[in-house]
């Protein structure tokens, strides 16, 4: 069994260098965490090994074999596989889950096969790693969470000898991560080599042999996982000592500032109640899987409901997120590259563009003023973007997620709803971000923020609610709550009994 190793890679995009001489190595059966804020270059360092990308310079050696890698067919055929963090584009959404597990069998396997034995393969492929879907079903109607184990699936096909892992819990609850993390350890039983990049540090910390941390494109240092505390990895990171906010004191809040009543949600079938008061957050924690992206659409006027919300004292029925936004809400989804920015458009237009009207208030838009106000909420937001003309597309998946947040920040909203809004963003930006939602309170507007990230919503919330099967199952106030009551709740009881 020999070592996959790259020396001295260097890449630029546009004469614009994200990568200095990297050297990076993952031996069999090990698991090699990738580290660094975004636009680190981690991603872009993978896609080089995977084929996405080309190096402009530097080599890629399996054992003493050089390796001439060009394309994603190349990296598969060394046995490289990548589950790259663009989930959505990485499938055939109105093809069935066994289609999309058993894709490359289809493209360059042998004419004929059997569609039985199709299906029964991507059976067996997703039990392996532990998630039972109906393999008929078409993507498009599978949750990010489901996405996401079908692209694992597909890249443990055949003979995987080194897996790249980009963010793959990204989209996962606890509970999941911890099912992928069995199936990781049985890949480097059977010596299979992993490469995972995570902002999580408790995972790396977890689940890594060694890491590598990269700053700005260069390798700051390889160690082993275990001689090295939290604070040094943040540190080398960031390249200064970071301190994290605390919980959020007790705070005194203002009048109830929007208010839904019997609201009832078409996909979930739920009926909900809930009052959001001035310079309130309110955390929702669930599972993925317990209704949360469905709930957080149809208020805002994304998906079939039946109710209205009462904003201030006035009732908007809201059939459609014009008329949401109109009223004063906005929301943050989760799929951002999707939904949440318009990715051939450049930084400018995507931060702008929810508040054109304030910037054009005589119908023309003065674009002096537009770049102005762009430059601010990159400042804000520590956007890392060459110019605010970029397009979104060529930013890193952290800074695509900042735009997705900073474009709403400015708006006369009344009411901000986030969808996991601290996935795949570093710690540094989480705190930013924690800090704009803060901010966002003290102007008085009221926070939804869903999340299966528990942990911060004992940081960010007044209040928090558990959900379950698109029904709120629990409530309390922030000071009230714990790690093991929300974990308890949100698993149905489970969590409390399995942790006896
Ligand atoms: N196709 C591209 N064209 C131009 N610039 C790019 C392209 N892809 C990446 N970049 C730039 O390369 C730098 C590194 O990006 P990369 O995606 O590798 O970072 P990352 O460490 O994976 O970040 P994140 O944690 O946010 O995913 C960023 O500044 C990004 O804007």
Redo the contacts with the bound molecule.
Sequence with gaps: MTALTLKQIS?S??N?P??HQVDFSVQPGEVHA?I????????????ILSGD?QKDHGSIRLGERDLDIRSPMDAKREGISIVV?EVDTALIPTLSVAENVTIDECLHGPSFFSWKKRKQTARTLLSEVGIHLAVDKLVSSCTLAEKQMILIARAIAGQVKFLIL??PTAPLSEVETATLFQVIRRLTDRGVGIVY?S?RLNEIKTISDRLTI?RD?KVITTQNTSEMEHEEMIRAMLGKTFSPSSATPHKKLGKPLAEINQFHVHSTGQTLSLTVYEGEIVGIAGLVGAGKTETARALFGADPHDGTWTIKGTSHPIQNPQQAIRAGICLIPEERRKEGVLVDFPVVQNLTLPSIRKLSPKGWINRRKEILFAEGLIERLGI???SPF??V?????????KVSIGKWLDTHSHLVIFDEPTK???IG?KEDVFQLIRELARQGKGIIYFTSEFSELLTIADRILVMDHGQFVSEWKNEEATMEKLMHAATGGYYGTSAQ
């Design positions: 890449k995009f546009h614009h994200v990568l990738l660094g804020v975004n636009g680190a270059g981690k991603s872009t360092l993978v896609k990308i963090q980009d963010e990049i902002h990269l494109g890392k973007t060459p970029h397009s597309r060529r930013l890193s998946g952290g800074n695509q997620q795949g963003i570093d930006a």
